[in-house]
């Protein structure tokens, strides 16, 4: 069968092709619920017909302020089939943020979750768009000034589904793989946001290109045997196409955890066959089995995983080979790819067979990657975006002869297999002219189970240092083992036989880079770093400038104190 051109059109296959399969489940408090395709198609036609009767038109920008949930599918597929833009917001943003996003898109409607995010702007009053629909998932007071907020289960209810379905027939006839389907704003770890325009046909093609990668690799693996647990935000683009969307392509099924903080729990009741996650969730997990004692023994990490599994996926970060060594020796292969938001996102895989360390992949089917004289990696295909949304300059400075520039540095071997080495914009210059890569050092760090969370610093400077979090279990043991227990964390963080270990093991862990790589100093902060406090992105990047915004006085000290 022929590629589908849009998401409208794959829905409309899955629908078709297995209407009385279990598509998707949620956990209502009780336990997990499933819906077949034909149970959720038939809500998603409701909601774009009661959606249309309130207002909303094909091209107008609808945002989306939502933490992951069952309505969050429902409305994206739902805009799909109405032709409308979806912008989708991180629900960790402050109002402000939110707000500046809203008018940025001109939004013509917006969707909110729950009362904490509606209270957000009731704040900013002042700053909201004159928005003539606001819809809430749950009972919300209304905005000031800005009229009800209408209950989105009311909306649900009175939509007329055969409307629906003929919006649905109307958007597969008129939507091209150019038609704008959503506009994503990068949180970025510097400057103003950048609203990612992606096209129908961006986001079909690359669900599709990277399920051919791994069907190429898995032929004998039956779609309905394939369950998914997401718990990555679907406001980023890494989950909504590699869980939503390439759902939609497989037929698999679809399970959304309760939350981030749940993950291991919702493994248990959903018993995954694969996971998409981020570094910093895998970490978690070994140092889950760590804690409980089992970690090298034979299945300890499938069994804490559902015991189904049978790969994870990574992204949004680079892998620390010691992750990737773990997860392999234990029988559950862990796959990095790579990708950006601007790539819809995906433009190399990993797959169980088409493996190796160190390397993010090869690109998927029908796309193109080329190593530019600096370094720099560039892509070329179907998955590029249109451009950012009102931001020609912008888009000019990195679309160049229809090759994105992705800002990474990277090298590919013989075979096509892609390593990152660098961020372009994330290198770190020192005084004397030495380039450095801090997600590599910081990669290398975090690799003892004492350093949770490193922020290597230096630009500028004329050596590095370095911001530390570290496991409160494991200094507490550490210290018991030199008769110091019973030591308060923020205490303990503060004796100099903390400050010994931590310099101990800093130097084991860098002892094979440069010595212009070195740490010279370090500082040990309270309290771990926070997509809450703004110091992560939504997919748990570092966010450098906050970072070192907020830390400034204890960086100047390190570079104008004596040494450790």
Not at 283 to 309: N, S, T, Y
Not at 367 to 378: L, P, Q, S, T
Request: some cysteine.
């Amino acid at each position: 069968m022929a590629e589908a051109a849009t998401i409208v059109e794959l829905f409309a296959r899955r629908v078709a092709d297995d209407a009385h399969r279990p598509a998707l489940a949620w956990n209502e408090g009780s336990g997990y619920r499933w819906r077949t395709w034909e149970e959720l198609a038939a809500q998603v036609h409701r909601l774009a017909a009661a959606l249309a009767r309130a207002g909303i038109e094909p091209g107008q920008c609808v945002a989306h302020l939502s933490e992951n949930r069952y309505e969050w599918i429902v409305t994206d597929l739902a805009l799909h089939l109405l032709g409308a833009v979806h912008v989708p917001i991180h629900p960790t943003l402050a109002g402000p943020q939110i707000a500046w996003q809203l008018r940025h898109c001109a939004a013509r409607g917006v969707i909110l979750s729950t009362a904490a995010q509606r209270d957000k702007l009731a704040a900013i009053p002042e700053e909201l768009p004159a928005a003539p629909v606001w819809i809430a998932y749950e009972s919300c007071p209304p905005l000031p000034g800005a009229g009800p907020l209408t209950l989105w289960s009311d909306l649900i209810a009175h939509g007329d589904e055969a409307s629906g379905r003929q919006l649905a027939d109307r958007a597969a006839k008129t939507l091209a793989p150019f038609s704008l389907a959503t506009i994503l704003y990068t949180s970025g770890t510097t400057g103003e946001p950048k609203g990612v325009m992606l096209t129908q046909g961006n986001l079909a093609s690359n669900a599709q290109a990277t399920v051919a990668a791994f069907s190429a690799d898995t032929p004998e693996e039956l779609p309905q045997a394939k369950r998914r647990l997401n718990f990555l935000p679907l406001s980023h683009i890494f989950a909504r196409t590699c869980d939503l969307y390439c759902w939609l392509v497989e037929g698999s099924q679809l399970a959304l955890a309760q939350s981030r903080l749940t993950v291991l729990a919702d493994c248990q009741a959903v018993q995954p066959t694969c996971l998409n996650g981020v570094p910093y969730f895998y970490d978690k997990v070994q140092r889950a089995l760590q804690a409980q004692g089992p970690q090298d023994q034979p299945g300890a990490l499938a069994a804490i995983l559902g015991g189904a599994i049978r790969w994870c996926c990574s992204g949004g970060a680079a892998l620390p080979p010691h992750l990737f060594d773990y997860f392999h020796a234990q029988g559950v292969p862990l796959l990095e790819g790579y990708g950006l938001t601007e790539s819809s996102p995906v433009i190399t895989v990993s797959t169980p067979r088409q493996v190796r360390r160190g390397s993010c992949g090869r690109p998927i089917p029908g796309i193109d990657v080329r190593i530019a004289d600096d370094g720099e990696i560039f892509t070329r295909g179907p998955h590029v975006m249109a451009g950012y949304y009102r931001q020609p300059s912008a888009t000019a400075a990195v679309l160049r002869d229809g090759w994105l520039a992705t800002g990474d540095l990277g090298r590919q071997d013989a075979d096509g297999f892609l390593s990152i080495t660098g961020r372009k914009k994330e290198l770190l210059v020192t005084s004397s002219g030495k380039n450095i890569a801090p997600v590599y050092l910081e990669s290398l760090l975090t690799q003892d189970p004492l350093i949770l969370q490193a922020v290597v610093v230096g630009d500028g400077r004329s050596y590095l240092t370095a911001l530390l979090v570290l496991s409160a279990e494991h200094l507490a043991a550490e210290l018991a083992s030199v008769g110091l227990a019973g030591v308060p964390y923020e205490a303990a963080l503060r004796l100099p036989q903390t400050r010994h270990l931590v310099r101990q093991r800093i130097d084991r862990l860098l002892s094979g880079v440069s010595h212009h790589e070195q740490v010279r100093r370090f500082a040990l902060l309270p309290q771990p770093l926070s997509i809450e406090a703004g110091e992560l992105t939504p997919k748990l990047s570092l966010r450098r400038h906050e970072i070192c915004a907020r830390y400034a006085a204890l960086i100047e000290a390190m570079y104008t104190a004596e040494s450790d």
